[in-house]
């Protein structure tokens, strides 16, 4: 186990700097292409050339390789990365440090992410459980429907009926009815509070959740169905064994492998939907602190970010391979 961990840490760390080095690509293109990002600093106003030189410097962006289309600005690449090992993750255009931005910001993401987990882990293995179990039944066509009709909502197109139609009058309603304060009124506000983080978070992560455990619940059915035919399980069964035990320690835990590998792509697609959901539903989150980023071509903000990011989304993907020898004594890496 202990080789195979340095070997699985070794591999994420040259995961994580392939992406860092693509991530630079592309910011670096992107400089190139649309123009210098410092202008953004300065708004609507027309700096001079010795203004322009001491933002450009201040930001990282004096290198003339971000003058130069195709140049894939090495120097400064090399220079992020050592400024990355001491800690120094840059600044906003305020001048804000970025790591200070994260220290604020991440609380609020972890909330919306321990609702969303527990919604898909919940509403997957359920579900899915119950359609494996009522295999060409009722239940099992109406949960497939069920998948399928949220798999065709996008998680903006949900967010956007939820924000515009949903909240306003429900909220209103809540609000009259219970009071501005009240749990119910707070529950369908139509963005996130400060002064009531967890209470404005949790339908925006329900929504999220939801959507992250349509295709979840068809991959543990489809996990499950494998498992009910199986030696071990008619065995189980021969002895006399009843239908809830036969299910809980023969069947979900046997079907556990393939599930908790698609725990890392889901928990990566989250991530991706909690960018959109905390910039629509002004969540100040890594999501939301990445949206507004991106919208005021804060570079520094963009880039320390999404390695932030991807580092969470490595340690996950190998928690995820250390889980399979413990969910199946089998397994050995050694």
């Given at each position: 186990?202990g080789?195979?961990l340095?070997?699985?840490?070794?591999?994420g760390?040259?995961?994580?700097?392939?992406?860092?080095?693509?991530?630079?690509?592309?910011?670096?293109?992107?400089?190139?292409?649309?123009?210098?990002?410092?202008?953004?600093?300065?708004?609507?106003?027309?700096?001079?050339?010795?203004?322009?030189?001491a933002?450009?410097?201040?930001?990282?962006?004096?290198?003339?390789?971000?003058?130069?289309?195709?140049n894939?600005?090495?120097?400064?690449?090399?220079k992020?990365?050592?400024?990355?090992?001491?800690?120094?993750?840059?600044?906003?255009?305020?001048?804000?440090?970025?790591?200070?931005?994260?220290?604020?910001?991440?609380p609020?993401?972890?909330?919306?992410?321990?609702?969303?987990?527990?919604?898909?882990?919940?509403?997957?293995?359920?579900?899915?459980?119950?359609?494996?179990?009522?295999?060409?039944?009722?239940?099992?066509?109406?949960?497939?429907?069920?998948?399928?009709?949220?798999?065709?909502?996008?998680?903006?197109?949900?967010?956007?009926?939820?924000?515009?139609?949903?909240?306003?009058?429900?909220?209103?309603?809540?609000?009259?009815?219970?009071g501005?304060?009240?749990?119910?009124?707070?529950?369908?506000?139509?963005?996130?509070?400060?002064?009531?983080?967890?209470?404005?978070?949790?339908?925006?992560?329900?929504?999220?959740?939801?959507?992250?455990?349509?295709?979840?619940?068809?991959?543990?059915?489809?996990?499950?169905?494998?498992?009910?035919?199986?030696?071990?399980?008619?065995?189980?069964?021969?002895?006399?064994?009843?239908?809830?035990?036969?299910?809980?320690?023969?069947?979900?835990?046997?079907?556990a492998?393939?599930?908790?590998?698609?725990?890392?792509?889901?928990?990566?697609?989250?991530?991706?939907?909690?960018?959109?959901?905390?910039?629509?539903?002004?969540?100040?989150?890594?999501?939301?602190?990445?949206?507004?980023?991106?919208?005021?071509?804060?570079?520094?903000?963009?880039?320390?970010?999404?390695?932030?990011?991807?580092?969470?989304?490595?340690?996950?993907?190998?928690?995820?391979?250390?889980?399979?020898?413990?969910?199946?004594?089998?397994?050995?890496?050694?």
């Amino acid at each position: 186990m202990g080789s195979y961990l340095i070997r699985r840490v070794l591999q994420g760390v040259g995961s994580l700097l392939g992406v860092m080095l693509l991530l630079h690509l592309l910011m670096t293109l992107a400089i190139q292409l649309n123009g210098n990002p410092a202008l953004a600093f300065f708004g609507e106003r027309v700096p001079s050339k010795s203004q322009l030189a001491a933002v450009e410097e201040r930001f990282g962006l004096a290198d003339p390789c971000y003058d130069q289309p195709g140049n894939p600005c090495v120097g400064p690449f090399v220079k992020r990365m050592g400024d990355y090992l001491t800690g120094d993750f840059g600044t906003n255009h305020r001048g804000r440090e970025v790591a200070d931005i994260v220290a604020t910001a991440a609380p609020n993401t972890l909330r919306l992410f321990v609702i969303v987990t527990i919604t898909w882990m919940i509403a997957g293995m359920l579900l899915g459980s119950v359609a494996a179990r009522f295999r060409g039944r009722a239940p099992d066509h109406s949960i497939r429907f069920l998948s399928i009709l949220i798999d065709a909502f996008p998680v903006f197109v949900m967010l956007l009926v939820y924000k515009f139609i949903v909240t306003v009058p429900v909220s209103n309603w809540m609000s009259d009815r219970f009071g501005d304060d009240s749990l119910p009124a707070l529950l369908f506000k139509p963005s996130f509070s400060p002064e009531h983080p967890w209470a404005t978070v949790i339908i925006p992560g329900l929504l999220l959740g939801l959507a992250g455990a349509a295709p979840f619940l068809r991959l543990v059915r489809a996990s499950q169905l494998e498992n009910y035919n199986a030696d071990h399980v008619r065995t189980a069964r021969a002895k006399g064994l009843g239908d809830t035990h036969v299910a809980a320690y023969h069947i979900v835990r046997n079907s556990a492998i393939p599930v908790i590998t698609a725990v890392g792509f889901v928990f990566a697609e989250a991530l991706a939907g909690a960018v959109i959901t905390e910039g629509m539903m002004n969540i100040y989150g890594m999501g939301g602190v990445l949206w507004d980023a991106v919208r005021g071509s804060e570079v520094s903000v963009v880039i320390g970010v999404v390695t932030i990011l991807a580092v969470i989304t490595i340690a996950v993907m190998l928690l995820v391979d250390l889980l399979y020898a413990v969910l199946d004594p089998r397994i050995r890496y050694d």
